[in-house]
Protein backbone atom coordinates (compact mmCIF):
# COMPACT_ATOMS: atom_id res chain seq x y z
CA UNK A 1 0.00 0.00 0.00
CA UNK A 2 0.99 3.54 -0.92
CA UNK A 3 1.77 5.50 2.41
CA UNK A 4 -1.61 7.06 3.67
CA UNK A 5 0.07 10.52 4.59
CA UNK A 6 2.07 11.22 1.46
CA UNK A 7 -0.93 10.55 -0.43
CA UNK A 8 -3.34 12.72 1.45
CA UNK A 9 -0.93 15.77 1.10
CA UNK A 10 -0.82 15.01 -2.65
CA UNK A 11 -4.27 14.89 -2.98
CA UNK A 12 -4.88 18.13 -0.40
CA UNK A 13 -2.35 19.99 -2.72
CA UNK A 14 -3.49 18.50 -5.96
CA UNK A 15 -7.20 19.63 -5.62
CA UNK A 16 -6.47 23.13 -4.00
CA UNK A 17 -5.10 23.59 -7.49
CA UNK A 18 -8.28 23.68 -9.15
CA UNK A 19 -8.96 26.99 -7.35
CA UNK A 20 -5.31 28.08 -6.94
CA UNK A 21 -3.48 27.31 -9.84
CA UNK A 22 0.29 28.71 -8.74
CA UNK A 23 -0.41 25.34 -5.82
CA UNK A 24 0.20 22.85 -9.07
CA UNK A 25 3.99 24.24 -8.37
CA UNK A 26 3.24 22.39 -4.57
CA UNK A 27 1.64 19.26 -6.02
CA UNK A 28 5.27 18.60 -8.60
CA UNK A 29 7.23 19.18 -5.69
CA UNK A 30 5.34 16.83 -3.27
CA UNK A 31 4.75 14.09 -6.20
CA UNK A 32 8.45 13.99 -6.94
CA UNK A 33 9.69 14.14 -3.00
CA UNK A 34 7.30 10.88 -2.74
CA UNK A 35 8.56 8.77 -5.24
CA UNK A 36 12.26 9.99 -4.81
CA UNK A 37 12.43 11.94 -7.80
CA UNK A 38 14.86 14.76 -8.57
CA UNK A 39 12.03 16.64 -10.95
CA UNK A 40 8.57 17.04 -11.65
CA UNK A 41 6.88 18.83 -14.18
CA UNK A 42 3.13 19.16 -16.23
CA UNK A 43 4.09 18.61 -19.51
CA UNK A 44 2.00 18.98 -22.58
CA UNK A 45 3.01 16.78 -25.98
CA UNK A 46 1.31 17.03 -29.75
CA UNK A 47 1.72 13.53 -30.58
CA UNK A 48 1.56 13.89 -34.52
CA UNK A 49 3.82 17.26 -34.88
CA UNK A 50 6.01 15.53 -32.26
CA UNK A 51 6.08 18.98 -30.47
CA UNK A 52 5.51 19.89 -26.96
CA UNK A 53 6.38 22.53 -23.68
CA UNK A 54 6.70 22.09 -19.90
CA UNK A 55 4.47 23.92 -18.42
CA UNK A 56 5.61 23.89 -14.91
CA UNK A 57 9.26 22.31 -13.69
CA UNK A 58 10.14 21.95 -10.00
CA UNK A 59 13.89 20.94 -9.03
CA UNK A 60 15.12 21.66 -12.65
CA UNK A 61 16.87 24.62 -14.70
CA UNK A 62 14.16 26.83 -16.73
CA UNK A 63 16.90 27.26 -19.14
CA UNK A 64 16.77 23.66 -19.50
CA UNK A 65 12.90 23.33 -19.77
CA UNK A 66 12.96 25.99 -21.99
CA UNK A 67 15.49 24.29 -24.19
CA UNK A 68 13.45 21.43 -24.49
CA UNK A 69 10.23 22.89 -26.37
CA UNK A 70 12.74 24.88 -28.47
CA UNK A 71 15.12 21.66 -29.50
CA UNK A 72 13.98 18.18 -28.28
CA UNK A 73 10.71 17.68 -28.18
CA UNK A 74 10.64 15.87 -31.77
CA UNK A 75 13.22 13.61 -29.99
CA UNK A 76 11.76 12.58 -27.10
CA UNK A 77 11.77 8.50 -27.14
CA UNK A 78 9.45 8.18 -24.60
CA UNK A 79 6.16 10.54 -25.80
CA UNK A 80 6.95 8.30 -29.40
CA UNK A 81 7.43 5.11 -28.21
CA UNK A 82 4.44 4.98 -26.15
CA UNK A 83 1.79 6.63 -28.08
CA UNK A 84 -0.46 3.69 -29.00
CA UNK A 85 -0.74 3.33 -25.01
CA UNK A 86 -1.57 7.05 -24.35
CA UNK A 87 -5.17 7.52 -22.81
CA UNK A 88 -6.97 9.57 -19.70
CA UNK A 89 -5.73 7.96 -16.80
CA UNK A 90 -2.96 6.37 -18.26
CA UNK A 91 0.60 5.46 -15.77
CA UNK A 92 3.33 4.99 -18.46
CA UNK A 93 6.69 3.91 -17.62
CA UNK A 94 9.74 4.92 -19.46
CA UNK A 95 11.38 1.69 -18.78
CA UNK A 96 8.55 -0.23 -20.18
CA UNK A 97 9.17 1.25 -23.77
CA UNK A 98 12.57 2.08 -23.94
CA UNK A 99 15.64 0.28 -22.83
CA UNK A 100 18.00 1.82 -20.72
CA UNK A 101 20.59 0.73 -23.53
CA UNK A 102 19.10 2.51 -26.18
CA UNK A 103 17.83 5.63 -24.74
CA UNK A 104 21.82 6.34 -23.22
CA UNK A 105 22.89 6.21 -27.49
CA UNK A 106 20.07 8.60 -28.33
CA UNK A 107 20.56 12.21 -28.92
CA UNK A 108 17.38 12.94 -26.85
CA UNK A 109 19.83 11.55 -23.78
CA UNK A 110 23.33 13.06 -24.59
CA UNK A 111 22.14 16.56 -25.41
CA UNK A 112 19.49 16.88 -23.17
CA UNK A 113 18.32 14.52 -20.13
CA UNK A 114 21.95 13.62 -19.30
CA UNK A 115 22.60 17.46 -18.05
CA UNK A 116 19.59 17.05 -15.68
CA UNK A 117 20.66 13.69 -14.57
CA UNK A 118 17.61 11.93 -15.76
CA UNK A 119 17.27 8.41 -16.98
CA UNK A 120 13.73 7.27 -15.60
CA UNK A 121 10.36 8.64 -15.82
CA UNK A 122 6.92 7.83 -14.87
CA UNK A 123 3.79 10.02 -16.62
CA UNK A 124 0.48 10.36 -15.11
CA UNK A 125 -2.21 11.34 -18.26
CA UNK A 126 -4.62 13.72 -17.17
CA UNK A 127 -5.68 14.32 -20.76
CA UNK A 128 -5.02 12.68 -24.24
CA UNK A 129 -7.87 13.71 -26.94
CA UNK A 130 -6.19 11.85 -30.10
CA UNK A 131 -3.43 14.67 -30.40
CA UNK A 132 -2.41 16.41 -27.44
CA UNK A 133 -1.80 14.66 -24.13
CA UNK A 134 -1.24 16.59 -20.47
CA UNK A 135 0.89 14.42 -18.26
CA UNK A 136 1.82 15.05 -14.71
CA UNK A 137 5.94 13.82 -15.06
CA UNK A 138 8.34 12.75 -12.42
CA UNK A 139 12.18 11.92 -13.11
CA UNK A 140 14.68 10.09 -11.71
CA UNK A 141 18.56 9.53 -11.73
CA UNK A 142 20.31 6.67 -13.54
CA UNK A 143 22.63 6.40 -10.66
CA UNK A 144 19.24 5.21 -8.49
CA UNK A 145 17.59 1.98 -8.80
CA UNK A 146 14.18 1.85 -10.73
CA UNK A 147 11.15 3.01 -9.36
CA UNK A 148 9.60 0.84 -6.85
CA UNK A 149 6.35 -1.23 -6.46
CA UNK A 150 5.39 1.31 -3.28
CA UNK A 151 6.26 3.66 -5.07
CA UNK A 152 4.43 3.16 -8.66
CA UNK A 153 1.37 2.38 -6.18
CA UNK A 154 1.17 5.61 -4.69
CA UNK A 155 1.57 7.36 -8.34
CA UNK A 156 -1.34 4.53 -9.86
CA UNK A 157 -3.59 6.18 -7.03
CA UNK A 158 -2.67 9.89 -7.56
CA UNK A 159 -3.37 9.08 -11.11
CA UNK A 160 -7.21 9.12 -11.40
CA UNK A 161 -7.67 12.13 -8.87
CA UNK A 162 -4.98 14.34 -11.52
CA UNK A 163 -7.71 13.43 -13.82
CA UNK A 164 -10.51 14.92 -12.34
CA UNK A 165 -8.23 17.88 -11.05
CA UNK A 166 -7.23 18.45 -14.35
CA UNK A 167 -11.21 18.29 -15.75
CA UNK A 168 -11.95 20.36 -12.96
CA UNK A 169 -9.42 22.98 -14.23
CA UNK A 170 -10.40 23.22 -17.65
CA UNK A 171 -13.98 23.33 -16.79
CA UNK A 172 -13.32 26.42 -14.43
CA UNK A 173 -11.01 27.90 -17.36
CA UNK A 174 -13.16 27.49 -19.90
CA UNK A 175 -16.29 28.96 -17.44
CA UNK A 176 -13.77 32.12 -16.72
CA UNK A 177 -13.46 32.47 -20.50
CA UNK A 178 -17.39 32.70 -21.02
CA UNK A 179 -17.90 34.63 -18.40
CA UNK A 180 -15.04 37.14 -19.34
CA UNK A 181 -16.61 37.31 -22.78
CA UNK A 182 -20.14 37.95 -22.09
CA UNK A 183 -18.78 40.60 -19.93
CA UNK A 184 -17.06 42.07 -22.93
CA UNK A 185 -19.71 42.14 -24.77
CA UNK A 186 -21.84 43.87 -22.26
CA UNK A 187 -19.42 46.49 -22.64
CA UNK A 188 -20.04 47.23 -25.45
CA UNK A 189 -23.39 46.40 -26.39
CA UNK A 190 -25.59 49.84 -27.08
CA UNK A 191 -27.88 48.91 -24.79
CA UNK A 192 -27.33 50.49 -20.96
CA UNK A 193 -26.34 47.31 -18.07
CA UNK A 194 -27.30 48.08 -15.10
CA UNK A 195 -26.76 45.30 -12.25
CA UNK A 196 -28.82 46.10 -8.95
CA UNK A 197 -27.81 44.00 -5.62
CA UNK A 198 -30.95 42.73 -3.63
CA UNK A 199 -31.01 45.77 -2.00
CA UNK A 200 -31.48 47.40 -5.07
CA UNK A 201 -27.95 49.25 -4.86
CA UNK A 202 -26.65 50.23 -7.90
CA UNK A 203 -23.24 47.62 -8.32
CA UNK A 204 -22.31 48.24 -11.96
CA UNK A 205 -23.00 49.31 -15.29
CA UNK A 206 -21.51 48.93 -18.70
CA UNK A 207 -20.35 51.35 -20.92
CA UNK A 208 -23.61 52.69 -22.56
CA UNK A 209 -25.34 52.73 -18.51
CA UNK A 210 -22.54 55.01 -17.18
CA UNK A 211 -23.12 57.58 -20.33
CA UNK A 212 -26.39 58.03 -19.08
CA UNK A 213 -25.29 58.31 -15.83
CA UNK A 214 -22.78 60.84 -16.97
CA UNK A 215 -25.54 63.10 -19.42
CA UNK A 216 -28.03 62.98 -16.70
CA UNK A 217 -30.86 60.63 -17.86
CA UNK A 218 -30.62 58.42 -15.50
CA UNK A 219 -29.46 58.94 -11.36
CA UNK A 220 -27.46 57.06 -8.63
CA UNK A 221 -29.11 58.52 -6.11
CA UNK A 222 -28.05 57.09 -2.71
CA UNK A 223 -26.38 54.13 -4.40
CA UNK A 224 -29.79 53.20 -6.12
CA UNK A 225 -30.63 53.86 -9.73
CA UNK A 226 -33.19 56.70 -9.74
CA UNK A 227 -34.70 59.11 -12.77
CA UNK A 228 -35.62 62.55 -12.61
CA UNK A 229 -39.05 64.05 -11.27
CA UNK A 230 -42.16 62.08 -9.90
CA UNK A 231 -41.49 59.05 -12.54
CA UNK A 232 -39.11 57.72 -10.27
CA UNK A 233 -41.62 56.37 -7.80
CA UNK A 234 -42.90 54.21 -10.81
CA UNK A 235 -39.36 53.09 -11.17
CA UNK A 236 -39.00 51.95 -8.07
CA UNK A 237 -42.03 50.26 -7.57
CA UNK A 238 -40.86 48.25 -10.78
CA UNK A 239 -37.62 47.49 -9.61
CA UNK A 240 -38.61 46.49 -5.66
CA UNK A 241 -42.44 44.70 -7.66
CA UNK A 242 -39.14 42.44 -10.19
CA UNK A 243 -37.32 41.93 -6.81
CA UNK A 244 -39.78 40.49 -4.37
CA UNK A 245 -42.65 39.34 -6.34
CA UNK A 246 -41.14 35.94 -6.55
CA UNK A 247 -40.66 35.94 -10.12
CA UNK A 248 -38.63 33.54 -11.94
CA UNK A 249 -35.03 34.17 -13.42
CA UNK A 250 -35.71 34.78 -16.71
CA UNK A 251 -39.14 36.54 -16.36
CA UNK A 252 -38.90 40.13 -17.28
CA UNK A 253 -40.96 43.69 -15.92
CA UNK A 254 -40.89 46.33 -18.75
CA UNK A 255 -42.01 50.12 -18.40
CA UNK A 256 -41.35 53.41 -20.46
CA UNK A 257 -40.26 56.55 -18.88
CA UNK A 258 -39.74 60.21 -19.78
CA UNK A 259 -36.45 61.34 -19.14
CA UNK A 260 -35.96 65.17 -18.15
CA UNK A 261 -35.75 65.95 -22.16
CA UNK A 262 -39.01 64.53 -23.05
CA UNK A 263 -37.62 61.52 -25.05
CA UNK A 264 -38.69 57.56 -24.27
CA UNK A 265 -36.44 55.06 -22.40
CA UNK A 266 -37.75 51.80 -22.74
CA UNK A 267 -36.66 49.87 -19.60
CA UNK A 268 -36.53 45.99 -18.90
CA UNK A 269 -35.95 44.41 -15.38
CA UNK A 270 -34.65 40.88 -15.10
CA UNK A 271 -34.72 39.19 -11.86
CA UNK A 272 -31.32 36.45 -11.24
CA UNK A 273 -31.38 33.56 -9.10
CA UNK A 274 -30.98 34.27 -5.48
CA UNK A 275 -27.78 36.02 -4.86
CA UNK A 276 -25.43 33.72 -2.80
CA UNK A 277 -23.81 36.86 -0.92
CA UNK A 278 -25.51 40.31 -0.09
CA UNK A 279 -23.56 42.08 -2.81
CA UNK A 280 -23.90 40.03 -5.35
CA UNK A 281 -26.47 40.89 -8.22
CA UNK A 282 -29.95 40.02 -8.09
CA UNK A 283 -31.62 42.30 -10.59
CA UNK A 284 -30.26 43.17 -14.67
CA UNK A 285 -31.59 46.51 -15.72
CA UNK A 286 -31.81 47.41 -19.34
CA UNK A 287 -32.25 50.70 -20.58
CA UNK A 288 -33.11 51.82 -24.25
CA UNK A 289 -33.71 55.39 -25.33
CA UNK A 290 -36.30 55.10 -28.14
CA UNK A 291 -35.52 57.63 -29.83
CA UNK A 292 -31.90 56.23 -30.99
CA UNK A 293 -31.82 56.00 -34.59
CA UNK A 294 -32.21 52.95 -36.44
CA UNK A 295 -28.68 50.69 -37.23
CA UNK A 296 -29.15 51.55 -40.89
CA UNK A 297 -25.48 51.59 -41.65
CA UNK A 298 -24.76 48.37 -39.68
CA UNK A 299 -27.59 46.65 -41.65
CA UNK A 300 -25.90 47.25 -45.02
CA UNK A 301 -22.39 46.35 -43.34
CA UNK A 302 -23.90 42.90 -42.10
CA UNK A 303 -25.37 42.64 -45.81
CA UNK A 304 -22.08 43.56 -47.98
CA UNK A 305 -19.48 42.20 -46.10
CA UNK A 306 -21.84 38.45 -44.78
CA UNK A 307 -24.46 38.39 -47.46
CA UNK A 308 -27.52 38.14 -44.20
CA UNK A 309 -30.70 39.00 -45.27
CA UNK A 310 -33.21 41.63 -43.93
CA UNK A 311 -34.72 39.40 -41.25
CA UNK A 312 -31.13 37.75 -40.39
CA UNK A 313 -29.88 41.36 -40.02
CA UNK A 314 -33.31 43.04 -38.32
CA UNK A 315 -32.55 40.08 -35.63
CA UNK A 316 -28.69 40.66 -35.28
CA UNK A 317 -29.08 44.21 -34.61
CA UNK A 318 -32.17 44.12 -32.19
CA UNK A 319 -29.86 41.23 -30.32
CA UNK A 320 -26.94 44.06 -30.17
CA UNK A 321 -29.83 46.30 -28.89
CA UNK A 322 -31.03 44.45 -26.43
CA UNK A 323 -28.37 42.10 -25.25
CA UNK A 324 -31.54 39.64 -25.01
CA UNK A 325 -32.45 37.67 -27.50
CA UNK A 326 -35.97 36.51 -26.39
CA UNK A 327 -36.46 41.01 -26.59
CA UNK A 328 -34.36 40.43 -29.81
CA UNK A 329 -37.02 38.40 -31.15
CA UNK A 330 -40.20 40.23 -29.52
CA UNK A 331 -38.71 43.55 -31.22
CA UNK A 332 -39.02 41.66 -34.97
CA UNK A 333 -42.17 40.14 -33.56
CA UNK A 334 -41.53 36.19 -34.14
CA UNK A 335 -41.29 33.91 -31.55
CA UNK A 336 -38.33 33.06 -29.48
CA UNK A 337 -37.59 29.29 -31.22
CA UNK A 338 -37.63 30.67 -35.17
CA UNK A 339 -35.15 33.78 -33.26
CA UNK A 340 -32.96 30.76 -32.54
CA UNK A 341 -33.01 28.80 -35.81
CA UNK A 342 -32.30 32.49 -37.36
CA UNK A 343 -29.29 33.16 -34.96
CA UNK A 344 -27.99 29.81 -36.33
CA UNK A 345 -27.79 31.11 -39.57
CA UNK A 346 -26.12 34.07 -38.83
CA UNK A 347 -23.72 32.40 -37.03
CA UNK A 348 -23.42 29.75 -39.65
CA UNK A 349 -22.48 33.43 -41.97
CA UNK A 350 -20.23 35.42 -39.85
CA UNK A 351 -18.36 32.89 -38.45
CA UNK A 352 -18.95 33.53 -35.09
CA UNK A 353 -20.24 30.23 -32.56
CA UNK A 354 -21.52 31.88 -29.51
CA UNK A 355 -23.97 35.11 -29.06
CA UNK A 356 -21.30 37.19 -26.46
CA UNK A 357 -18.81 36.54 -29.46
CA UNK A 358 -21.12 37.51 -32.42
CA UNK A 359 -22.12 40.86 -29.60
CA UNK A 360 -18.43 41.61 -30.17
CA UNK A 361 -18.49 41.76 -33.84
CA UNK A 362 -21.71 43.67 -34.03
CA UNK A 363 -20.38 46.18 -31.64
CA UNK A 364 -17.15 46.59 -33.46
CA UNK A 365 -18.84 46.98 -37.00
CA UNK A 366 -20.80 49.62 -35.57
CA UNK A 367 -17.97 51.40 -34.27
CA UNK A 368 -17.09 51.56 -37.78
CA UNK A 369 -19.45 52.63 -39.23
CA UNK A 370 -19.50 55.95 -39.79
Known sequence: MADHGAFGALLESLYAATLEPQRLEEFCARL?????????????????????????????????????????????????????QLATG??????????????????????????????????????????????????????LPAYSARQLELIRQVAPHWVNAYAIMRRLEGLQERVSSLEAALEQTPTAMFALASNLRLLRANASGERLLSQGVLHCALGRLSIHGWQDVILQQLLSRTLHSGARAGDAERLVLKDGDGNSLALTAHP???????????????????????????????????????????????????????????????????AQTRLKVVFDKTGERSQPSLMRLLAALHALCP
Open 32 to 84: AGATGSHIGAIMVQDVHRHGGRLDLVVGADPVEAARYEREFAADNLWVRRSVD
Open 90 to 143: AVLDSDDFVPRGELRRSRYYNEYLRTGDVEQSVALCAHFDGRNVVTATVCRSGR
Open 272 to 338: LPPPAATGDAALFVFVQPLGAPVLLQLERALQQLFGLTEPERRLAVALLRHADLALAAQECGIALSA
